[in-house]
């Protein structure tokens, strides 16, 4: 970054440092608008955050990203005493402070922060639960702490966004303080120039190549895709250039400095050996890591509609949908063709005009709103012991009221929130299951239903092993985690008969537990996958003569995810094996219909009622909803269920709504995505769905008292907003 910025920051660092007013805590909050090139920047040049670390008089704590905090610990001034944490490391340091419930100093041990700090807080505009948290927490802790007369506390939050109105809020919710703003995000950014190449037919390779043809020779071109769909072997072919493939999502997988310096920079040594050119498939909102280095040429081709999960507030279910690039991501991946170092950068657009193309989209894509909504509300409401009312801290990050009003309903008959009415919230489940899903949020990437399924309590170490292993499939998603290939329903009884380690009794009830089954089987067939990490992730282990495989990669993820619920379950004194090899044993009835109790009340929104007419037409809906469910399956993994044949059996146990001529199955379905037609909008498939006993749903409707028939007590769709501001 140019001096300029940096002596600007330096005197915004400065300022708030500076005495507090008369009379009022010695604390104080300020927010610097960066550009959005800043990581690059900081990268190229290394100043901004160590300009931060030395303008203060105070002991500075860098709260950051993943991939800030090893920027920073690369570049920490000498002999500075500087903390530097990512989100969940100041969240659980919070947490652990806390002394007694309610506000005030006194609510916190002493010294588990430094009460003389600098706090810098780079805030992530996608809000992550765990950035969204901890914001909230570091605010409320100053807040308190700030009361002692020996305390000096200042808090400066970095963003992007000129308007960072949740933080503004988060401070004034409690007390009235003047945010100290200053706006750098036009100083000192590399200079923009461009080529813009307007496309409505997306002939995005023709154009490249058009393009590349009349560069000069041995040009070095690198491709910046942030859409998936441009085939890159066919620009390949065409100009006779060997491109080096590359995958950036830091969101997903943190890469090293050493792998980003290799993918930003092409050498002579590259080109000597035959490499032409890269491309690299990016995340529509990855922000610049670095610049790029040994290109004269780079092609950005923008993002177009993608699949993400989203909350879709029609079926009151979280589903793959469609969407429109949001605002920010479009300005985020405008601002790499900030290139110092390229000669030329050309844009290809969707569109005719690259104006109309950024001022359009939804404002932004926030995983608070979506997928990650139910975690973060029974998250929020878990802080109510710090004096917080929780509604009125939600609305502070501005979620839909009526996504709001229907997951309060959610938690609260799932009985995670206690008595929760909207007008008067009631508090967060207490006791050891309390603090069990607390911590386990993280642990399962924010999936409030498999925390809940692991929170319950289990009667046995062994039950809670099992849930740990589905917990840990779940997580990775199941779709992704094994491939069953060439099987047919008839295939079923040999599969199950083949499954290996407990919980394999109910392979033959559902896909959850036909995939665990199989997974075991991999683990033991490959001695729980010792000596496996030699292979590349791409390599597949199969057993089965290779009617079941998983690729390597998800043996990694299963082994990261894994150890993070078993870290977890063992502070909570739990203890159980991350190894199936010795799981000979079946398990009794009584425990595998524990299992199957535990996914019913934390999948109840998600129960499916499969009503079979003279066992020859299956209907499937979400009981919650009445959402058509109307395919089950994946390619990785077919649904190899008899549902009809289910529900014949279930026939003598249960009729429901006295409709004579129609049996029921009921069932858990997941991985839903959406099937909107014109004659249908609340409609969605399904990647997987796993039986439930019908006895087992009336035990559930006894114990949480429900009379009323279940897809009325289970109805969590709202209308109309219904909490008034």
Not at 109 to 127: A, H, Y
Not at 317 to 339: D, F, G, K, P, Y
Not at 365 to 382: M, W
Request: charged share 20%; net charge negative.
């Amino acid at each position: 970054m140019s001096q300029a910025f940096t002596e600007a920051l330096d005197r915004a660092a400065r300022s708030l440092c500076g005495p507090a007013p008369n009379g009022q805590p010695n604390l104080r909050f300020g927010h610097v608008t960066l550009p959005l090139t800043y990581r690059a920047d900081f990268d190229r040049h290394g100043t901004h955050y160590v300009s931060l670390e030395t303008s203060s008089p105070f002991r500075t704590m860098f709260v950051v990203p993943g991939f800030e905090a090893q920027q920073i610990r690369e570049r920490k001034a000498e002999g500075k005493n500087t903390i530097v944490w990512a989100y969940p490391q100041l969240l659980t340091v919070l947490k652990r402070g806390r002394a007694r419930p309610g506000t005030g100093p006194d609510a916190w041990k002493d010294n588990i922060l430094p009460r003389n700090v600098f706090v810098v807080f780079s805030v992530d505009l996608s809000f992550p639960v765990d950035c969204a948290l901890a914001l909230l927490g570091v605010v409320q802790w100053a807040l308190d702490v700030s009361m002692r007369s020996s305390a000096a506390i200042r808090i400066l939050a970095l963003s992007t966004d000129k308007d960072l109105t949740v933080f503004n809020r988060l401070i004034n919710q409690r007390q009235r303080h003047t945010l100290l703003c200053v706006d750098l995000s036009n100083l000192g950014q590399p200079h923009e120039e461009y080529s813009f190449h307007g496309l409505e037919d997306e002939s995005f390779e023709e154009e490249i190549v058009s393009t590349m043809a009349i560069s000069q020779p041995h040009s070095r071109h690198v491709l910046l895709l942030f859409r998936d769909d441009v085939d890159v072997d066919v620009i390949s072919e065409t100009t006779n250039t060997a491109f080096d493939e590359q995958l950036l999502d830091s969101d997903y997988i943190l890469p090293s400095r050493q792998r980003l310096q290799g993918m930003f920079s092409l050498t002579d040594e590259d080109h000597q050996n035959g490499i032409g050119g890269r491309s690299i498939l990016c995340a529509q909102n990855e922000k610049p890591l670095m610049f790029f280095r040994g290109f004269t040429h780079m092609h950005m081709v923008f993002g177009m509609p993608s699949f993400k999960l989203v909350f879709d507030r029609v079926k009151a279910q979280v589903v793959q949908a469609e969407v429109e690039t949001s605002n920010l991501e479009r300005h985020v991946q405008m601002s790499w063709s900030r290139q110092p170092d390229v000669q030329e950068v050309h844009i290809y657009c969707p569109s005719t005009g690259l104006q109309e193309f950024l001022k359009d989209g939804p404002r932004h894509h926030r995983a608070i709103d979506h997928h990650h909504a139910g975690a973060f509300i029974a998250a929020v409401f878990s802080l109510h012991t710090w004096g917080l009312e929780p509604v009125s801290v939600l609305r502070c990050f501005e979620l839909n009221e009526q996504l709001l009003v229907g997951m309060l309903f959610r938690l609260s008959r799932q009985q995670i929130v206690d008595n929760c009415n909207v007008l008067r919230p009631g508090r967060f489940l207490t006791g050891p299951s309390g603090s069990l899903f607390q911590d386990l949020l993280p642990a399962v990437r924010y999936d409030y239903q498999i925390a809940y399924f692991l929170a319950i309590e289990s009667s046995h170490p062994l039950v809670a092993q099992v849930k740990m292993q589905v917990a840990t499939l779940l997580t990775m998603g199941l779709v992704s985690s094994i491939e069953i290939r060439g099987c047919t329903t008839e295939s079923l009884p040999w599969l199950a008969k083949n499954c290996w380690g407990y919980g394999r009794e109910l392979a033959a009830t559902g896909t959850i537990w036909l995939a665990l089954g199989l997974w075991k089987r991999l683990a033991r067939d490959h001695n729980d996958f010792q000596g496996c990490s030699r292979f590349s992730g791409n390599h597949m282990l199969s057993t089965l003569d290779g009617v079941v495989s998983t690729p390597m990669i998800s043996v990694r993820n299963y082994e990261t995810v894994v150890a993070d619920i078993f870290k977890v379950l063992s502070h909570h004194e739990i203890f159980v094996s991350t190894k199936v090899v010795h799981e000979e044993s079946a398990f009794s009835p009584a425990r595998s219909q524990e299992l199957q109790y535990h996914l019913l009340r934390a999948y109840a929104h998600q129960l499916t009622m499969s009503q079979c007419h003279n066992l020859v037409r299956t209907i499937n809906t979400i009981i919650s909803t009445g959402t058509d469910v109307a395919g089950i399956g994946h390619i990785n993994l077919p649904h190899l269920f008899d549902i009809e044949a289910m529900a014949a059996s279930e026939a003598a146990c249960l009729r429901y709504d006295e409709l004579p001529e129609t049996t029921v199955s009921f069932g858990i379905c997941g991985g839903f995505a959406n099937q909107n037609t014109a004659l249908n909008l609340n409609r969605v498939s399904a990647s997987f769905w796993t039986g439930i006993p019908a006895a087992l749903v009336l035990a559930w409707k006894r114990e949480i008292g429900l009379r009323a028939p279940l897809d009325i007590q289970l109805d969590c769709t709202v209308d109309v907003p219904v909490i008034k501001k």
